[in-house]
């Protein structure tokens, strides 16, 4: 004889008023109680009143039934996969950050920092020379890294700092001197503003013999470490910063020249080429055809407001290993590069 609950199913085929036959309630009640109310087995047993062998098999029905469906979130699965679709589609180094929907854009651009500060402790070792393009990413970064001992390394600044209203000056100081310490290294700073005022004010200052060394040194550079900037309808994405150098006339010649990005205040277009920005005979930024001696080019980028310039930054060659938040990396492959999302992220 079977006891009352363990009645064959044929037994018990009497539906309740939601359409369900009474063992079918049985299953959902069960799997209510022990996946969403936490209760425990024995808990559901007495609840049922009936025995813990009896809510197993309840449970297993629920499951079998699709009253209940488990899944298994793998936090690396995903991103292992746009890791694989970012190295074939432009030859680079991916290095993507897991995080889901949920997680706000300041913690997207954190995570970043944090996993590209760890892969320049990997990758910065004794003598080496370390290029840095001051930006709030890169900044991010610095504050985020540990120290590694290291000797006889060298540590350089690519892009100019500020001019007559010192905007930047302070700001690239503190990130250069974190990064020095990270790294055991004196910081080599590049005293210019962002921009000239004429295409021959810069190249007189660039044969300056303080200016050419740094040059130098960040062209035999080791590792280069930045982030892209964006341009659209020819104004950059920090205007606070570039309203302080540049004036309308020179906005409409980024436009005029179709340029998309920056690095490092080296402006390029949707081909990741910077001759044909005039702008760039003003700029204190390096030669990006000069950097692609630099064995590691690793760009951090947050933020799908990025994938223009980064798409035009990856045809042009401009960089070796990508770290990039899951999210942002899956925009980048899936809309091909579109035209740079209306809403404002947290950080450039």
Same mark, same amino acid.
């Given at each position: 004889?079977?006891?009352?609950? %363990? ?7 009497? @539906? ?17 109680? #022990?996946?969403? %109310? ?8 007495? %609840? ?15 499951? %079998? ?105 302070? #700001? ?153 938040? @899951? ?17 404002? @992220?947290?950080?450039?």
């Amino acid at each position: 004889m079977h006891s009352p609950e %363990e009645q064959p199913a044929t037994e018990h085929r009497a @539906e309740g008023r939601d359409g369900l036959s009474e063992q079918e309630g049985r299953a959902v009640r069960a799997a209510v109680a #022990y996946y969403i %109310e936490k209760k425990t087995m024995d808990a559901v047993a007495r %609840e049922l009143q009936t025995s813990r062998a009896t809510v197993s098999r309840l449970l297993a029905r629920a499951r %079998e039934d699709g009253i209940v469906e488990i899944k298994v979130f793998q936090p690396g699965a995903r991103a292992s996969q746009l890791s694989a679709r970012l190295a074939s589609t432009y030859g680079v180094t991916p290095h993507v950050v897991p995080v889901t929907e949920e997680v706000s854009a300041q913690e997207k651009h954190a995570r970043t920092a944090e996993a590209a500060a760890r892969l320049l402790r990997d990758v910065v070792t004794s003598d080496a020379v370390l290029a840095v393009a001051w930006g709030t990413m890169v900044n991010a970064i610095s504050s985020r890294l540990r120290p590694k001992a290291v000797t006889n390394c060298r540590v350089v600044q690519v892009n100019g700092m500020g001019n007559g209203t010192a905007v930047g000056v302070h #700001y690239a100081y503190a990130m250069m001197d974190r990064y020095g310490h990270a790294f055991g290294a004196n910081a080599l700073q590049r005293p210019l503003p962002l921009f000239f005022d004429t295409p021959g004010l810069a190249r007189a200052l660039e044969r300056d013999r303080l200016i050419l060394q740094s040059t130098q040194l960040i062209q035999n550079a080791d590792v280069f470490v930045f982030n892209v900037g964006t341009v659209s309808d020819g104004l950059p994405s920090a205007p606070h910063l570039y309203g302080n150098f540049l004036e309308d006339a020179d906005f409409r010649l980024l436009q005029e020249d179709g340029a998309v990005g920056d690095i490092a205040a080296t402006f390029f277009d949707a081909d990741g080429e910077t001759a044909p920005v005039r702008l760039n005979a003003r700029t204190s930024g390096p030669d990006l055809e000069a950097l692609r001696s630099i064995p590691r080019r690793i760009c951090a980028v947050s933020g799908i407001h990025k994938i223009t310039a980064l798409h035009a930054a990856l045809v042009g060659g401009h960089i070796t290993d990508l770290v990039i938040d @899951e999210q942002t990396a899956d925009a980048l492959l899936d809309t091909g590069a579109g035209p740079p999302a209306a809403a404002t @992220e947290c950080c450039d």
